[in-house]
């Protein structure tokens, strides 16, 4: 089983800047992708950072390119998100997720999905303010 915890979420201004971590535990031999997922209210789901655990591939929607960067802690076991430039449309909950697939491309919403096996954290709020 994989435990998933994130935390760093709050409220920010716009155009300030936010640093989530996605602490990594568990069984997570079956899980060879783990990135962050943001859902606003009334929204789908949409995956904004992904990176494969060999950490030589990364994934980002179009809408957070340029502005939010994936890394990870080997040391700490940690999986972070360092938000930057945050707009008010960056207001989310945001999940922390590993899955055993590439992730699916989402042409129509310029974003991914997770494919195969997925576990999902509990979330941490983002809320950007004018």
């Known amino acids: 089983q994989v435990q998933l915890v994130e935390s760093g979420g709050g409220s920010v201004q716009a155009g300030g800047s936010l640093r989530l971590s996605c602490a990594v535990s568990?069984?997570?031999?079956?899980?060879?992708?783990v990135g962050w997922f943001r859902q606003a209210p009334g929204k789908e789901r949409e995956g904004v950072a992904i990176?494969?655990?060999?950490?030589?591939?990364?994934y980002y929607a179009n809408s957070v390119k340029g502005r939010f960067t994936i890394s990870r802690d080997n040391f700490k076991n940690t999986v972070d998100l360092q938000m930057s430039s945050l707009k008010l449309e960056d207001t989310a909950m945001y999940f922390c997720?590993?899955?055993?697939?590439?992730?699916?491309?989402?042409?129509?919403?310029?974003?991914?999905?997770?494919?195969?096996?997925?576990?999902w954290g509990q979330g941490t709020q983002v809320t950007v303010s004018s």
């Open positions: 997720a590993a899955h055993s697939h590439p992730p699916e491309w989402a042409s129509g919403g310029g974003y991914w999905r997770p494919f195969g096996l997925v576990s």
């Open positions: 568990g069984n997570t031999s079956s899980r060879k992708y």
């Open positions: 990176m494969n655990v060999a950490g030589n591939s990364t």
